[in-house]
């Protein structure tokens, strides 16, 4: 007995110092930030002063900023420019200048895609539609080398790279859509992803490689996937966790615990997650009060949403990086996206930071142990 209480002891003593060596990241997906500036839009801190973003984001602690990137955003459909997507190699390059002279962390997003790229669609890009299969490979690491040269010569050279985003399901589809479970098209899924990694490495040879997937919910299906990836170049396990689609905490916790044990050389990063503060003027909801079976859907909820994943996540050594999708979200000024999705962390009638924001920074304050 007191051989295990000893063990245990040093465990958690190799535990903290690790939670203390690893640096921690937060920051968010602002990827439409500069639309809202160039809008006009008014951002404000909590007694409704206005403040400029990037700066109020370093005082809340941020230390790091993910941006989305698309192939061909002038081919997505008007839905999805009305959602957002126009990120193209121009815009992401000059707001990756900017991130960096700001001493921000940068994170590069990947779609692969013209459009949006999540678990529901993959869809092949454009100039890739009429390819040969066995091509693809050479493709993606041409696309991915050039565009990296692009953005390191022009200053805007990313410390955090995704191959890919939200790829549990495979990417590039027909072609490279997989089912985590099954066997289907894996081959090419892995050649792609050791392409992109490969020019990743190539070019920013001290950015950190992110697979990025959306089953944090589903261990059984994050762990068959992982599995196989094991001969595969990358450094962090990236996962998207929402709490109305991925279930409580708890579940989280779990999945993040087994990742440990399972996939114990690589850090854990939360690159996607959010909260709903509201369903006003929200054309995808079908209630006042749906998604709230466990925290309400309003500002209140939302930071109690948020406190308790940052609690949770201190927990968890192998956890080094907390990033909010969409915080930049303001409909208090000219329109910049069609609709409302209120789970950003600013009051779309007020422009007023909420409540979360505050609970969000907790992440990267010292843990009380």
């Known amino acids: 007995m007191k051989k295990k209480v000893l063990f245990s002891g040093i465990l958690l003593a190799f535990q903290v110092l690790l939670g203390h060596a690893q640096q921690r990241l937060l920051?968010?997906?602002?990827?439409?930030?500069?639309s809202y500036e160039a809008a006009g839009t008014v951002y404000r801190n909590a007694v409704g002063?206005?403040?400029?973003?990037?700066?109020?984001?370093?005082?809340?602690?941020?230390?790091?900023?993910?941006?989305?990137l698309f192939v061909e955003p002038s081919k997505a459909s008007a839905e999805h420019k009305g959602e957002g997507v126009c990120q193209d190699l121009d815009y992401v390059t000059k707001f990756g200048q900017r991130i960096k002279d700001m001493g921000y962390q940068f994170m590069l997003d990947f779609h692969y895609s013209d459009t949006w790229a999540d678990p529901g669609k993959q869809f092949m890009p454009d100039r890739w539609l009429d390819a040969e299969t066995a091509s693809?490979?050479?493709?993606?690491?041409?696309?991915?080398?050039?565009?990296?040269?692009?953005?390191?010569?022009?200053?805007a050279c990313p410390d955090l790279i995704q191959v890919g985003n939200e790829i549990t399901n495979g990417m590039?589809?027909?072609?490279?859509?997989?089912?985590?479970?099954?066997?289907?098209?894996?081959?090419?899924?892995?050649?792609?992803?050791?392409?992109g990694a490969k020019a990743c490495r190539e070019v920013c040879p001290k950015a950190k490689i992110i697979i990025h997937t959306e089953k944090a919910g589903e261990w059984n299906k994050t762990k068959a996937y992982y599995n196989r990836l094991q001969q595969l170049d990358y450094d962090i396990i990236g996962l998207?966790?929402?709490?109305?689609?991925?279930?409580?905490?708890?579940?989280?916790?779990?999945?993040?615990?087994?990742?440990a044990v399972h996939f114990p050389n690589k850090e854990v990063m939360i690159v996607e997650t959010a909260a709903y503060y509201s369903h006003e003027n929200d054309r995808w909801a079908k209630s006042a009060d749906e998604y709230s079976e466990f925290y309400p859907v309003n500002a209140e909820g939302q930071r109690i949403f948020t406190?308790?994943?940052?609690?949770?996540?201190?927990?968890?050594?192998n956890v080094t990086g907390l990033f909010w999708w969409f915080p930049e979200e303001n409909a208090s000024g000219n329109a910049v996206t069609e609709g409302w999705l209120n789970?950003?962390?600013?009051?779309?009638?007020?422009?007023?930071v909420l409540p979360a924001m505050k609970e969000l920074s907790r992440f990267v304050q010292p843990i009380d142990r």
């Open 27 to 34: 920051g968010g997906d602002i990827s439409l930030l500069p």
């Open 49 to 68: 002063e206005p403040v400029a973003p990037l700066d109020f984001f370093k005082e809340q602690g941020w230390n790091a900023v993910r941006v989305r």
């Open 136 to 155: 693809l490979p050479d493709s993606v690491y041409r696309y991915t080398k050039n565009t990296l040269r692009s953005m390191v010569g022009a200053g």
């Open 172 to 195: 590039m589809w027909p072609a490279a859509k997989v089912d985590p479970l099954g066997s289907d098209n894996w081959d090419l899924l892995v050649r792609l992803l050791e392409s």
């Open 240 to 259: 998207s966790y929402y709490p109305m689609w991925h279930k409580a905490v708890g579940v989280l916790a779990a999945t993040l615990d087994s990742l």
């Open 307 to 317: 406190r308790e994943l940052v609690a949770e996540l201190h927990r968890h050594v």
């Open 343 to 352: 789970r950003g962390l600013f009051d779309n009638h007020t422009g007023k």
